[in-house]
């Protein structure tokens, strides 16, 4: 008889444990012997939500469609943007189930997050209510599922916490004998001292597993994390940096699981697409963008690589440099079966010179006047596959960076993209509070809690967990068009977002200001000093314009189920101007 607790006798037994892991952890009495504890940094909405689009790449190609998944020839189906396996009735296979653990870790944060689905939540015994793959995929588009999924995108943020929580609560509580505990916890706090380390880390625990199961092995051989920092040692010979070691090691411990699998389960047709993953830990690993102004992206970078002009078969990739050295860029289908399926370009940087400061900008910290021109580099890669899931690496110099992506379909499926306008991004926003109208005949003056800068990124984190398939923006991206500090401002913000997700773009009346004073304000000149400064940035539909300087100003842009008319109702006058 199956007894496992519905979701209010997992939150109880949750803070049952919560509570046992406090006491044991405040008596150092009680701890190991002495030695080393592992110590995660600490991380923050950014860290998290970077880490949360990164998994659900992995595991879902970023599409809210596979949130729900049986894959063929598994007797259970998983969850989210981890993967969370879900056991049905009766199966005891030999992996870890975590589906449980992670709804009742989301659940238990409290009522200011989605609420769990009323049918999730009454559900007694707490079993996945499908017999079999062909019964779950029949009812793949019911309203229960439909649910399921909708929750599921909605809390990858907090996904992302509970991977985190449980892969740190489960090290610290493994039973290995001491000598062998400390030295594998030394290497890996080395591991998690760098983000791409902690990912590779967090992200292989979730994948394949702590290590510590011993029915998770195939001759005596197993495949964890353990595992494979049991490996690293043999490979520490200099040249490549830990991160690197780390993916070789876990490459051969799949290897291995594979060549001493059973027959009948024929793991070899997944070993291309998981050696692909574990070379995404050293291919692309930016960290979450926390540049400012007057900091750059990373070394060999001025501006990341970012999205743009989507189209069925093609799209187009942008970044600046520092230099006039070419980039590598590498684009890969995300469930492409060859390893060795990427396909590769050059880039041709051309010397950005409309992104010069004038002399009167003031960039507080630094004579940015003095600031050498960056160089632009702008690759058309086409055809790509409508409708399909790719991911990118660019190598710049010694940089590296990344993302994804997802061409418009042919069909009708359903879209997301979110508008909004009015970002007016420049370096006065930190600590400027805006005018918050009051309600109805109130006259007194009141200002929003926090000032634009902050307001912005808060906002602009929230598009980033929304996942859209484009950002529009109808209008005044910057402050002042023609002041290239408002746009180092802007890509300060969104060059995260840009990665992975198309910025479309509209002219507005910030974009013809060339900023005030000797700037040059609306005058023909300084106006299209920012105009040539907006066109440098992006690449959009052509219009048949007549003439060249027209090009790019007005446009329609096909994204799938949308067609986007974008207009530039611009006269050159003031936004409080007659017209």
């Given amino acids: 008889m199956n007894n496992k607790p519905g979701i209010t006798a997992l939150l109880s037994l949750l803070l049952i444990l919560i509570f046992v892991l406090v006491m044991r952890t405040g008596d150092k009495d009680r701890r190991p012997e002495a030695g080393i504890e592992l110590e995660l940094p600490a991380l923050d909405d950014a860290d998290y939500d970077w880490i949360a689009a990164r998994i659900s790449q992995n595991e879902t190609a970023g599409q809210t469609r596979y949130l729900t998944w049986w894959g063929e020839g598994e007797d259970f189906p998983s969850f989210g943007i981890g993967h969370f396996i879900w056991f049905p009735h009766g199966v005891d296979a030999p992996f870890d189930e975590t589906f449980p653990g992670m709804v009742a870790f989301v659940t238990q944060q409290g009522s200011g997050h989605s609420q769990l689905p009323a049918w999730l939540h009454d559900l007694l015994p707490f079993d996945a209510p499908w017999t079999s793959k062909q019964v779950f995929d029949q009812a793949w588009s019911s309203a229960e599922m439909t649910e399921l999924r909708e929750w599921l995108e909605q809390t990858g943020h907090l996904q992302a916490r509970f991977i985190v929580s449980a892969f740190e609560q489960r090290w610290r509580n493994l039973d290995l004998p001491a000598q062998q505990k400390q030295r594998l916890t030394g290497l890996l706090q080395q591991l998690v001292g760098t983000a791409p380390g902690l990912f590779a880390v ?42 690197e070691l780390f993916s070789r090691a876990a490459a051969g411990r799949l290897r291995l699981r594979v060549e001493l699998s059973p027959p009948e389960r024929n793991e070899e047709r997944w070993l291309a697409g998981w050696l692909m993953r574990l070379d995404g830990y050293v291919a692309n690993a930016a960290a979450p963008d926390k540049t400012g102004p007057d900091k750059p992206a990373a070394a060999g970078f001025r501006v990341r690589p970012y999205l743009q002009n989507p189209g069925k078969n093609a799209i187009t990739l942008s970044w600046f440099s520092d230099d006039a050295r070419p980039g590598s860029v590498t684009v890969w289908k995300s469930d492409a079966g060859d390893h060795d399926s990427g396909i590769g370009f050059e880039s041709s940087p051309v010397r950005a010179d409309a992104l010069a400061y004038h002399p009167a900008e003031d960039c507080k910290s630094a004579n940015c006047a003095l600031r050498a021109l960056p160089f632009h580099h702008e690759l058309r890669i086409s055809g790509l596959e409508a409708g399909m899931s790719y991911r990118y690496q660019v190598i710049q110099n010694d940089a590296q960076a990344g993302g994804y992506f997802q061409t418009p379909g042919d069909d009708e499926r359903p879209l997301r993209f979110i508008v909004y306008a009015d970002s007016e991004t420049e370096p006065e926003s930190s600590g400027k509070h805006a005018a918050w109208p009051g309600i109805g005949a109130a006259t007194q003056e009141r200002k929003y809690l926090v000032d634009q800068t902050t307001g912005y990124a808060q906002n602009l984190k929230v598009i980033q967990r929304r996942r859209p398939a484009f950002v529009a923006i109808a209008g005044d991206l910057v402050q002042s068009g023609g002041e290239q500090r408002d746009w180092d401002e802007f890509w300060s913000h969104n060059a995260a977002l840009a990665a992975s997700t198309f910025i479309i773009p509209a002219l507005g009346n910030h974009e013809y200001f060339g900023g005030p004073g000797v700037l040059g304000k609306y005058g023909v000149q300084g106006s299209e000093r920012a105009v040539r400064k907006y066109k440098t940035y992006f690449d959009l539909p052509g219009n048949g314009a007549s003439f060249s300087e027209h090009a790019e100003r007005y446009y329609v842009l096909n994204y799938g189920v949308v067609a986007l008319i974008v207009l530039d109702t611009t006269d050159g006058l003031p936004h409080r101007g007659e017209h």
Avoid: H, M, T
């Fill in 202 to 243: 967090v992200d292989y625990y979730n994948f394949k597993g702590l290590g510590s199961n011993p029915r998770e092995r195939y001759q005596q051989q197993g495949w964890g994390l353990v595992q494979v920092l049991e490996a690293l040692p043999k490979l520490r010979v200099g040249g490549p940096d830990l991160v």
